[in-house]
């Protein structure tokens, strides 16, 4: 029996928790009514806590890549930052990918993953070739948004209850070069920064930080992040597909939460923002610093403290050009709820997921240290997004109620149908399922 | 010294699959040998596609001592190096009351090993080269109640890589023994073991490989160990005895 928990340290249990390198070996596991399967642990929540746990990640081999087409498959448990040291020499660069690359592949099509480029490409679930899963029976099953796409749709964003995702195919991204030509535009406040969303949308990458600590009208002041892969010409380095490697600073112990007070957190945006003097600055940059700007403060995570954090994160049409966000984030500021990070993004149409989290709106991801009234506050905050119209992300979720997820995922009856298919007497039925009652 | 082909006995092993990518990235050509062919499939194409070397791969069963010449003959190309690294841990417990469990310890750490071994090292004593590794264990240099019968085996391990040792020295085949403490790798799982005594097998790879190229004779990993089996030796018998162990 060990202690796990996922990356917001909320909540923890003691699991046993067991390894496997080989598909007779998962099934044999698998055969053992275990009844969770956690990748990398970088949800934020319960969804791959149990009391018994297949852990995926000494099933990390590479099968198979294929330089001209871009296609590579490989086992579920590798992680995405071990692809990309494959693929990008070759000049290939991940279809999707979330705001950090140590997630495993099966973890990405649990979750169906969506990065900075939804509006325009979709989620993970869009470039993937084909999935094998293993059923109830020990049998591997393949399926793709064309043959047994039942099965496929269930998998994707399916969070682990379909059973073990055992081997992924995905179709890459051509890239001329490992760089990222990145624009960046300061907005004063939320009102200022919807509409430029709108303007820039034919950007692929668009991503927007918010200080959510800032009072009046400056409330909501916001750096909006825009980029292309940079072409050949557009970078001057000789060495196109090789980017500088970039050192890993690690925050070794959690931070007492005292110390995460607003003084803290203000200096901090301070600080970010002041490094950002001019209103429209654009340059070259490593991939890196653009999708993985926090990866290389490990552990990150501890700065809230032991208790952990919750982040919330939720998407709402955009009908109302944006007042839906304003309200929220206005709710929070009154009831002096500090978040450390506010990230907004766009999201085009829905995925093929059944349980996929987007649908074409707003999305905004906020960070909140575990506190007194916390979890009061945000249930206040689930009628309003549900009003709204919109959901909350199934990865990003340690709290809310059964009845706020069966009110705003439509598709549950059509997912429970096609997990029968895989996991058929709900032998996997991690401590997400157990909240929600999923399947 | 130079290795240009290293062949690997239990190549799916956590440790082993450490010192395979240490040498790939080295350029070092090998041979993977194990008994699960999707493993070793999976294994040759990570290797081959992370660092475009040249990997094979040959099914072999420590258990089948019967084959293990044939095992040999059949490798196309001779390896001018060798690291011996399968071998299981099994259950003490178990092992006490049921003669196949203390039987497959002593097998795959012990008279499997050897019997390859024995092999493998006329053919390079034959050449006049090679490197013969073999990774033995701290828990073969003092029978504790908690796991003797797998120190045992690893005891017969240590003495036999140290004869071979001294039989090869003046044949210019050196041979290495490799001695880890806690790596963390299957074979420990579910064990709570201490943080700082418990190395990663990345860099146990690292070491091994390093220690092999070097021709050391023993290797302690971490070398922390080194001492504290020092210690551990030194307690009398009288109170050795005593102790929960
Ligand atoms: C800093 C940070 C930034 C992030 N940014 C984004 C973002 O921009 N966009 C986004 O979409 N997400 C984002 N995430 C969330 C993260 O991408 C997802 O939670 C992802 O699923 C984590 O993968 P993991 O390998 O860590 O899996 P875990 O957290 O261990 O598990 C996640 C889910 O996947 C299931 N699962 C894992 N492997 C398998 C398998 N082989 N078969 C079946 N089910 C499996 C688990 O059961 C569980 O339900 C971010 C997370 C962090 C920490
Ligand atoms: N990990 C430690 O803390 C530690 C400490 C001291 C010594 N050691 C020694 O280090 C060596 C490697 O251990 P590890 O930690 O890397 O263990 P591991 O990951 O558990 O690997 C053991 C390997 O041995 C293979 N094997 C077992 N019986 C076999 C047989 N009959 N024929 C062929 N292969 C067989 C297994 O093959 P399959 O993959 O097919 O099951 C497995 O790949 C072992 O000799 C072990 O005793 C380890």
Redesign the interface.
């Known amino acids: 029996m060990?202690e796990i928990t996922n990356w917001n340290l909320y909540p923890k249990v003691k699991a046993?928790?067991?390894?496997f390198?080989?598909?007779?070996e998962l099934a044999r596991l698998s055969g053992m009514h275990f009844d969770t399967i956690r990748g990398n642990g970088r949800s934020y929540g319960d969804a791959s806590l149990g009391a018994k746990v297949i852990d995926t990640t000494?099933y990390n081999?590479?099968?198979?890549?294929d330089t001209e087409k871009g296609i590579i498959t490989a086992?579920s448990g590798v992680l995405l930052s071990d692809l990309l040291?494959?693929i990008v020499p070759k000049g290939w660069f991940l279809p999707v990918t979330p705001g950090t690359k140590f997630i495993t592949l099966g973890g990405a099509v649990a979750s169906d993953v969506h990065g900075k480029n939804h509006h325009k490409e979709g989620a993970f679930s869009n470039h993937i070739e084909y999935l094998t899963l293993l059923d109830a029976h020990g049998n591997l099953v393949q399926c793709s948004k064309q043959s047994n796409s039942e099965i496929f749709k269930a998998a994707c964003g399916g969070m682990g209850l379909t059973g073990p995702i055992v081997e992924i195919s995905l179709r890459l991204k051509a890239i001329e070069t490992a760089y990222i030509k990145q624009k960046q535009i300061k907005a004063k406040n939320l009102e200022n920064l919807l509409p430029l969303f709108e303007e820039n949308a034919s950007y692929t990458y668009s991503v927007a930080w918010i200080d959510c600590l800032k009072k009046g009208e400056n409330y909501g002041r916001s750096i909006l992040m825009l980029g292309e892969h940079a072409t050949k010409e557009e970078v001057k380095s000789s060495h196109k597909l090789k980017v500088p490697k970039s050192k890993a600073l690690s925050i070794p112990f959690n931070f007492p939460s005292f110390t995460l007070n607003n003084f803290t957190i203000g200096a901090f945006n301070q600080l970010y923002y002041s490094k950002n003097i001019s209103a429209v600055k654009e340059m070259v940059t490593p991939y890196e610093g653009f999708f993985y700007p926090l990866d290389n403060i490990l552990h990150w995570n501890r700065i809230y403290g032991k208790k952990g954090f919750l982040q919330y994160q939720f998407v709402i049409p955009k009908n109302d050009g944006g007042k839906g966000i304003i309200k929220i984030m206005k709710m929070i500021s009154n009831r002096g709820m500090t978040s450390f990070l506010a990230v907004l993004k766009t999201m085009g149409p829905e995925d093929t997921g059944y349980l996929s989290f987007p649908k074409e709106g707003y999305t905004l991801a906020l960070d909140f240290p575990i506190r007194k009234g916390l979890f009061e506050f945000l249930d206040e905050l689930d009628k309003v997004v549900i009003e709204l119209g919109g959901r909350l992300y199934l990865a990003k979720d340690a709290r809310m109620s059964a009845s706020v997820f069966h009110k705003t995922y439509p598709n549950i009856e059509l997912f429970r149908e096609a997990a029968k298919k895989t996991n058929l007497s709900k032998d996997f039925n991690s401590d997400l399922n157990k909240r929600l009652s999923i399947i | 010294m130079h290795i240009n082909h290293l062949l690997i006995l239990g190549a799916?092993s956590g440790i082993a699959e450490a010192v395979a990518y240490e040498a790939a990235d080295k350029g070092i050509k090998l041979t993977l040998a194990g008994r699960?062919e999707?493993?070793l499939i999976?294994?040759k194409?990570?290797l081959t596609?992370?660092y475009e070397s040249e990997v094979d791969y040959v099914l072999f069963d420590a258990f089948n001592i019967s084959l293990h010449e044939a095992f040999y003959d059949s490798l196309p190309n001779k390896p001018d190096a060798v690291l011996c690294a399968f071998g299981i841990l099994g259950s003490q417990e178990k092992a006490q009351q049921d003669w196949q469990e203390t039987n497959a310890v002593i097998e795959s750490n012990f008279t499997g090993a050897i019997s390859i071994l024995n092999i493998i090292a006329n053919d390079f004593e034959e050449k006049g080269a090679g490197i013969i590794a073999g990774i033995s264990s701290v828990a073969g240099e003092r029978g504790r109640q908690s796991n003797y019968i797998y120190g045992a085996a690893k005891a017969g391990f240590t003495a036999y890589l140290s004869g071979l040792r001294n039989r090869m020295a003046k044949s210019g085949v050196h041979v290495l023994t490799v001695k880890p403490g806690f790596v963390k790798t299957?074979m420990l799982?579910?064990l709570?073991t201490p943080g700082p005594l418990t190395a990663k097998p990345e860099d146990a790879g690292k070491a091994i490989l390093s220690a092999m190229i070097k021709k050391r004779n023993t290797l302690y990993y971490k070398s922390i160990w080194r001492l504290i089996m020092y210690i551990i030796k030194s307690i009398p018998e009288p109170i050795f005895k005593k102790l929960n162990l």
């Open positions: 060990q046993e928790v067991k390894s390198t080989s598909k007779n000494a081999k590479v099968l198979s890549f086992q040291e494959i | 799916n699960s999707e493993k999976a294994l194409s990570d596609i992370k299957k799982e579910g709570e």
